[in-house]
């Protein structure tokens, strides 16, 4: 029996392949040729069970075959059409067969026809059908297809595409006048759908790449793999003719668009890493409009290209997609400039998509939250779009590369790549107990029959390191992927998560772009494999975003700052509900286009400074609050919102609903923490639950619940901010269910009229708008283009220990300053108590803008919240106790509803019968509370009685209390010897203890 043994080299020699024929020359179909095929199938079945580890694994030419899959089987004549897991196709007709249908398991390669019979458990067997081979040899062949296939080139030498063979010498470039024509089709590969001119500087042709994109035979879309690029070039053979060739030449195909470069010599250059990317740029209108010109420099072609013109000028534009794909071109284009210019700033760049008309014939156009890579843009040929450059701060020779959203800000301010496990390194192979792991997937091995199998169960997911609180409990696994797009996705999963049913947390990896097996025991079993491998690395898990030592976690899992050391991760059983941060455009996109025009607006300015106020709660000792403001349908309180949430994220996904239940809010306060909640529209929450929710969120905890035995659970907790908005204010809210407000709410939520007074709604100063309403829109278009930035940047300022202790006592010394400026003499407590939170968020204010995040002068902040307070004390009705006065208004309202009804008239003293008369007119008293007898100003008194007194007239407040409060305001008769009963002889009843209520309480 003969072994083969594939060497790496194997795939750089010339190969030259045989027609394929009946092993040993016999006739297919005789005895002996099905004896031949069956002897060697026997040996390749000994080779394909031996050690999976080896290099030459047959198991991982598979894979990869699979992975391959819509090229292959176009080289072998296979047409068809793939659709979820499967590919159902028409084989071509072979030695004893016709053409059959097929049907290939696009998990494992497993194959078989409508006929039941050829079929296989691998795509080395089809090719061996096919072809009409030994499985060895089919191995063989297959292998250096897909060498080959890998670098796309020289594709003519393992297959037939149309072009000859024969050996070549030297390229010819620039491309002569009588150069023969191209194919206009090559062979298996069909017609390239996309042909990519190489021009030099003077204009000239030099070679080609070919796209072709992902079509079965017959024009149909196959489904599978993505389009390739293959280069074409002209070479001259030994006899002197020419050829051409799928081969690689850094001298032909070395700058894409030179032509255009030498046309704009003074244009900004962008590096792109491939054609499309650069027809894309120039062509659609981004280049032109931003001044840069977009090269196409390969990856493999970097050291045979002239980069005298690329990194003559002081920077340098590389467009580098996210993912280890993206760093590793990134970091190689950034050392080829640095190598040439050490002194050349090198920036990280990206496309957003900004606009789309919707669908293409290629399907759903993808989102504005979605980057641009060029191999999945097949929309953008028949789509008119609108697009924006991202650029990221410069990277230096030596400096560690940010490979997250290039837009958060400097990368000092927020995690590293090695903290965030995103290292631009691609994860190895590894095996674990009975799994197995590589670029297709997590693979588990079972034994199914006596034979061991390895059984796909999910799309490749590391576990880069093992959580735990700093109580060493709440344990989790820290994995990250992959989606089809190349974007990393990380997740800190608790194993309490996977311990139950599995459809839970799959269902969640699924959603965030991972494929998970639906089988159920698959699924048990990857639940298995991420609580079992042992990555070797531990990490802090943290169960809310907020401050976690000197570091700043966002919702997202993103941050800023520098913990004790210890990578910290945000442990979430669903990850997708941090999405409310996410960030586009720049900090100067936002001051320009948001913020400067909030100046002039006090109820802006105000909302402003209130988003910038929680991530200092923490370090100053302060109270949560909020502010509600209250006003009239369309005259814009959901814009103050609106521009509000753009400090932190995206407008639209991080305003919440007041609709929502108590344990609703709680995790939305919790998911809010150190930052700002903005809740729209109170009258959407019911008037009996509204109170209770104000105290919740202001009190910073949740609800105390038990465990399941019985325990006590630990309640959640929380510090924030919060806005909030309705066409009536709380107090109003409360009192229309029926209830009574109580002060400690009204001074939690402080209440501020949104309109501002000046006739055009929220609005004093409209920048240049015709009204207020084109100015809200104005507001709302530029808060859904540039958001999320300045929150991370003001994280990543307080981050810094030294820094933060400047700023926290400039907050504390420009707050004190605000309340005794602002605060009148002899105020209540809760004035002083409101007067305090208006001087924190000037005190705010004022730091950001010293700092450089707002863009408005010195003093603003602080005027704005002088307006807010003032308004808010002048529609209070003065300093004093807010308590007091809702004891006199619930005083008032009792004898005011009540005063005829249940006093029975007293006669005047001195007129007939004096005090122990009773006015002869009366009718019969129900309910009697007490006496009521004419002053001598004309004006009447009430006796109440003590029992009436604490029952009706105190109803729900404390006896002393109320007697306090009408004693202070002069409404209470008091006894000689101080108490608040007096002796009054009462008709039929004698001498009795009552409470004697002076007229005046109906004039305040």
């Known amino acids: 029996m003969s072994e083969i043994n594939f060497s790496d080299d194997d795939m750089n020699e010339p190969v030259e392949f045989e027609p394929a024929a009946s092993p040993s020359g016999l006739r297919p179909g005789s005895v002996e040729y099905e004896q031949a095929i069956k002897q060697s199938d026997l040996e390749y079945e000994r080779w394909f069970?031996?050690?999976?580890?080896?290099?030459?694994?047959?198991?991982?030419?598979?894979?990869?075959?699979?992975?391959?899959?819509?090229?292959?089987?176009?080289?072998?004549?296979?047409?068809?059409?793939?659709?979820?897991?499967?590919?159902?196709?028409?084989?071509?007709?072979?030695?004893g067969f016709g053409r059959m249908a097929m049907l290939l398991e696009l998990l494992d390669g497993g194959w078989e026809t409508n006929q039941g019979n050829p079929r296989g458990r691998h795509m080395i067997s089809l090719v061996a059908h096919v072809r009409q081979l030994p499985l060895l040899e089919a191995a063989r062949q297959l292998k250096k297809f897909l060498a080959a296939l890998d670098v796309g080139e020289d594709l003519e030498r393992v297959s037939d595409i149309g072009l000859d063979d024969a050996a070549v010498e030297s390229v010819v470039y620039p491309l002569p006048a009588d150069a023969p024509p191209i194919p206009a089709v090559f062979g298996w590969l069909g017609a390239p759908?996309?042909?990519?001119?190489?021009?030099?500087?003077?204009?000239?042709?030099?070679?080609?790449?070919?796209?072709?994109?992902?079509?079965?035979?017959?024009?149909?879309?196959?489904?599978?793999?993505?389009?390739?690029?293959?280069?074409?070039?002209?070479?001259?053979?030994?006899?002197?003719?020419?050829?051409?060739?799928?081969?690689f030449s850094p001298e032909a195909l070395g700058l894409y668009g030179a032509d255009i470069l030498a046309m704009n010599s003074e244009a900004r250059i962008l590096i792109v890493p491939d054609e499309r990317s650069a027809d894309l740029l120039n062509f659609g209108g981004l280049a032109n409009r931003s001044g840069f010109v977009a090269v196409g420099v390969r990856q493999a072609a970097s050291e045979g290209i002239d980069w005298q013109r690329l990194s003559a000028q002081q920077t340098a534009d590389v467009l580098a997609p996210l993912g280890t794909d993206g760093d590793a071109y990134f970091e190689q284009m950034a050392a080829c400039?640095?190598?040439r210019n050490p002194a050349i700033q090198v920036f990280r760049s990206n496309v957003k998509i900004l606009s789309t008309p919707g669908k293409t014939s290629y399907g759903s156009v993808p989102s504005g939250e979605r980057w641009l890579f060029s191999d999945y843009a097949n929309w953008s040929s028949e789509a008119r779009y609108e697009i924006e450059l991202m650029l990221s701060p410069p990277v230096t020779p030596g400096r560690p590369i940010e490979i997250r959203c290039p837009d958060y800000g400097p990368p000092t301010e927020h995690f590293t790549a090695e903290e965030l496990g995103l290292g631009s390194q691609k994860p190895n192979d590894f095996a674990h107990d009975d799994f197995f792991v590589n670029s297709q997937g997590v693979f588990v091995r079972r034994n199914i029959k006596g034979e061991l199998i390895e059984v796909w169960i999910s799309s490749r997911i590391d576990v880069i390191a093992l959580a735990r609180s700093a109580e060493s409990e709440e344990w989790g696994s820290l994995i990250r992927f992959q989606d089809r797009d190349g974007v990393w996705h990380q997740w800190c999963i608790p194993w309490n998560l996977l311990g139950g049913d599995p459809s839970g947390f799959c269902k969640t990896l699924m959603g965030m772009g991972a494929i998970v097996s639906a089988q159920k025991r698959d699924r048990d079993d990857l639940a298995r494999y991420l609580m079992s491998v042992e990555p070797g690395s531990r990490c802090l898990a943290v169960s809310k975003p907020g401050w976690h030592d000197n570091r700043f976690v966002l919702p997202d899992g993103t941050g800023a700052g520098v913990g004790n050391g210890e990578t910290i991760a945000l442990q979430m059983s669903d990850p997708l509900l941090g999405g409310f941060v996410k960030a586009r455009g720049t900090l100067a996109d936002w001051q320009r286009e948001v913020a400067a025009k909030c100046r002039g607006n006090s109820r802006l300015q105000i909302a402003m400074s209130v988003a910038f106020t929680g991530p200092v709660l923490h370090w100053l000792g302060e109270e949560s609050g909020g502010f509600h403001f209250r006003g009239n349908s369309?005259?814009?309180?959901?814009?103050?919102?609106?521009?509000?949430?753009?400090?932190?994220?995206?407008?639209?996904?991080?305003?919440?609903?007041?609709?929502?239940?108590?344990?609703?809010?709680?995790?939305?306060?919790?998911?809010?923490?150190?930052?700002?909640?903005?809740?729209?529209?109170?009258?959407?929450?019911?008037?009996?639950e509204v109170g209770q929710a104000v105290y919740m969120l202001s009190n910073s905890q949740g609800k105390s619940r038990a465990t399941q035995t019985g325990a006590a659970r630990a309640a959640s907790d929380w510090r924030l901010m919060f806005l909030s908005s309705g066409e009536i204010g709380l107090r109003a809210h409360i009192e229309s269910g029926g209830e009574r407000p109580m002060a400690g709410q009204e001074t939690r939520v402080v209440d501020i009229e949104a309109d501002a007074g000046g006739g055009h709604g929220i609005y004093e100063a409209l920048?240049?708008?015709?009204?207020?309403?084109?100015?809200?829109?104005?507001?709302?278009?530029?808060?859904?283009?540039?958001?999320?930035?300045?929150?991370?940047?003001?994280?990543?300022?307080?981050?810094d220990p030294d820094r933060r202790a400047r700023i926290l006592d400039s907050i504390k010394?420009?707050?004190?300053?605000?309340?005794?400026?602002?605060?009148?003499?002899?105020?209540?407590?809760?004035?002083?108590?409101?007067?305090?939170?208006?001087?924190?968020?000037?005190?705010?204010?004022?730091?950001?803008?010293?700092?450089?995040?707002?863009?408005?002068?010195?003093g603003e902040a602080t005027r704005a919240a002088r307006i807010g307070f003032t308004d808010w004390l002048n529609r209070r009705g003065g300093s004093g106790s807010l308590e007091s006065d809702q004891i006199l208004e619930q005083v008032r309202r009792f004898f005011e509803l009540h005063g005829e009804a249940r006093f029975t008239p007293m006669g005047h003293p001195g007129i007939g019968g004096g005090e122990e008369c009773v006015d002869d007119n009366h009718r019969m008293t129900l309910q009697r509370a007490g006496f009521r007898q004419m002053n001598d100003d004309g004006q009447t008194d009430y006796y109440v009685l003590p029992e009436a007194f604490k029952r009706d007239v105190c109803s729900g407040r404390e006896l002393r209390q109320v007697i306090t409060a009408l004693r202070n305001a002069g409404h209470l008769v008091i006894a000689n010897d101080g108490k608040a009963q007096v002796a009054k002889r009462l008709p039929g009843m004698g001498v009795c203890k009552v409470y004697h209520i002076r007229s005046t309480i109906f004039g305040g």
Not at 54 to 60: E, G, S, T, V
């Open 49 to 95: 069970t031996r050690d999976e580890a080896r290099r030459n694994d047959p198991k991982k030419l598979n894979h990869r075959a699979v992975a391959e899959a819509r090229w292959v089987l176009l080289w072998l004549g296979v047409s068809g059409s793939g659709a979820g897991g499967y590919f159902e196709g028409i084989l071509p007709p072979t030695a």
């Open 193 to 247: 759908s996309t042909i990519y001119e190489y021009r030099n500087g003077g204009g000239q042709l030099t070679g080609y790449v070919l796209r072709f994109e992902d079509f079965s035979l017959g024009g149909g879309r196959s489904g599978l793999g993505r389009p390739r690029l293959i280069p074409l070039t002209l070479w001259t053979k030994a006899d002197g003719s020419w050829a051409w060739r799928t081969r």
């Open 337 to 339: 400039l640095w190598a």
């Open 634 to 688: 369309s005259i814009g309180k959901t814009t103050i919102l609106l521009v509000a949430s753009s400090v932190w994220g995206r407008p639209t996904k991080f305003i919440r609903p007041w609709r929502a239940t108590a344990n609703g809010l709680e995790a939305v306060a919790v998911q809010h923490h150190d930052m700002l909640l903005v809740l729209d529209e109170m009258s959407q929450i019911s008037p009996h």
């Open 767 to 799: 920048h240049g708008a015709s009204n207020g309403a084109e100015f809200s829109l104005m507001l709302k278009d530029a808060a859904e283009r540039f958001h999320g930035i300045a929150g991370r940047t003001w994280a990543g300022v307080l981050a």
């Open 813 to 858: 010394a420009h707050t004190d300053e605000f309340v005794r400026n602002n605060t009148p003499h002899g105020a209540d407590g809760q004035v002083q108590r409101v007067a305090r939170r208006f001087g924190l968020i000037a005190a705010v204010g004022e730091v950001c803008q010293q700092v450089g995040i707002l863009p408005w002068d010195e």
